[in-house]
């Protein structure tokens, strides 16, 4: 019988407890999870404007029915504006931006689209043809995170929500401690971010939701949504982390959320120097350094907000 109701009548097994429920109570439980993560890390303040960083695909399209469900269900008081990246992959992003376009539609909000083109004069198609598959992911991650600041910036939007996943901060945390990057290990499973220094606040409403269970909400919500995964992703050093959550999940379902709140617990000694956020010389973004990676990676001095914005406009309205 469901755990929630008492209902015979169970549709699944909740991968994330392992507890058997019924559809209509596995789409309220969700939504009143990702709510209760909402206001227990205090993401959202009336009159808050937050750009939905929005792909097209299963954890973005969830994410922005969800807060617009809880939005007006518990009156968060903040406006929501769309907010995507056109990293110039053919036959994926130019196909996941169709579906952006329909949830633009759908919810009657705002859409503004950056490309990889506008703001840094290459796709990521031209960068693999010119300098082959070798970090591409990386490179192509860099210029995303920046992306979003940027039109973050360009909107005026005071917060970011992103939607990644709890399987998505585990693959990160295990990754920051693979790589012995000490700086990132503390933050990496945090809800929420900061601002500051040419870098927007993040938020991650769907921090403890299972990667399973956000596509078995889209599924029994009847959510359409790009399921094409990106060519260059396999060559991504995540997705070997990724093999093995998968594995590590399926002998315990609760190791996903014990990285996380590892993750939360790990503190760096005060004897261990913190990398200092600074500005970017060229393009007075975020940056570790004088020169923030988008620069060094495209070997170019990037144009302003002012300078994209006539374009980025006009790509937001072009549908």
């Known amino acids: 019988v469901c755990y929630v109701c008492g209902s015979s009548k169970v549709a699944i097994k909740r991968p994330k407890n392992g507890k058997a429920i019924c559809t209509p109570c596995f789409l309220t439980t969700f939504e009143e999870e990702i709510h209760q993560t909402i206001t227990s890390w205090?993401?959202?303040?009336?009159?808050?404007?937050?750009?939905?960083?929005?792909?097209?695909?299963?954890?973005?399209?969830?994410?922005?029915?969800?807060?617009?469900?809880?939005?007006?269900?518990?009156?968060?008081?903040?406006?929501?504006?769309l907010l995507s990246v056109d990293?110039?992959?053919?036959?994926?992003?130019?196909?996941s931006l169709e579906t952006v376009y329909k949830n633009k539609e759908q919810y009657k909000l705002p859409l503004t689209i950056l490309?990889?083109?506008?703001?840094?004069?290459?796709?990521?198609?031209?960068?693999?043809?010119?300098?082959?598959?070798?970090?591409?992911?990386?490179?192509?991650?860099?210029?995303?995170?920046?992306a979003f600041d940027r039109g973050a910036s360009l909107i005026k939007a005071n917060k970011v929500a992103t939607g990644h996943?709890?399987?998505?901060?585990?693959?990160?945390?295990?990754?920051?401690?693979?790589?012995?990057?000490?700086?990132?290990?503390?933050?990496?499973?945090?809800?929420?971010?900061?601002?500051?220094?040419?870098?927007?606040?993040?938020?991650?409403?769907?921090?403890?939701?299972?990667?399973k269970e956000i596509g078995l909400y889209a599924h029994?919500?009847?959510r359409r949504y790009f399921s094409t995964e990106c060519s260059y992703n396999p060559m991504a050093f995540m997705g070997n982390l990724r093999g093995l959550i998968k594995d590590l999940e399926r002998v315990n379902s609760t190791c996903i959320q014990n990285i996380i709140h590892s993750g939360n617990q790990l503190a760096l000694k005060q004897k261990v120097k913190k990398s200092t956020k600074l500005i970017c010389?060229?393009?007075?973004?975020?940056?570790?350094?004088?020169?923030?990676?988008?620069?060094?990676?495209?070997?170019?001095?990037?144009?302003?907000?002012?300078?994209?914005?006539?374009?980025?406009?006009?790509?937001?309205l072009k549908k």
């Open 220 to 222: 029994y919500n009847k």
């Open 115 to 146: 490309s990889f083109k506008d703001l840094y004069g290459y796709t990521v198609d031209e960068i693999v043809k010119t300098h082959g598959m070798a970090n591409c992911c990386t490179h192509c991650g860099v210029l995303r995170r920046q």
């Open 87 to 95: 990293e110039g992959i053919c036959g994926y992003r130019d196909k």
């Open 281 to 316: 010389s060229k393009c007075g973004f975020a940056s570790s350094n004088k020169l923030c990676k988008a620069v060094s990676y495209t070997h170019l001095t990037l144009p302003t907000n002012r300078e994209v914005q006539s374009s980025v406009v006009a790509v937001s």
């Open 165 to 211: 996943n709890a399987d998505d901060i585990a693959e990160t945390v295990l990754m920051n401690m693979l790589r012995g990057d000490v700086n990132r290990i503390e933050k990496a499973a945090l809800a929420t971010t900061k601002g500051g220094a040419g870098m927007s606040a993040r938020c991650r409403p769907l921090i403890y939701a299972y990667e």
């Open 42 to 81: 205090k993401m959202f303040s009336p009159g808050d404007l937050v750009a939905v960083a929005v792909s097209g695909g299963k954890d973005s399209t969830v994410l922005l029915h969800v807060l617009h469900l809880l939005n007006a269900k518990y009156k968060y008081g903040v406006i929501l504006h």
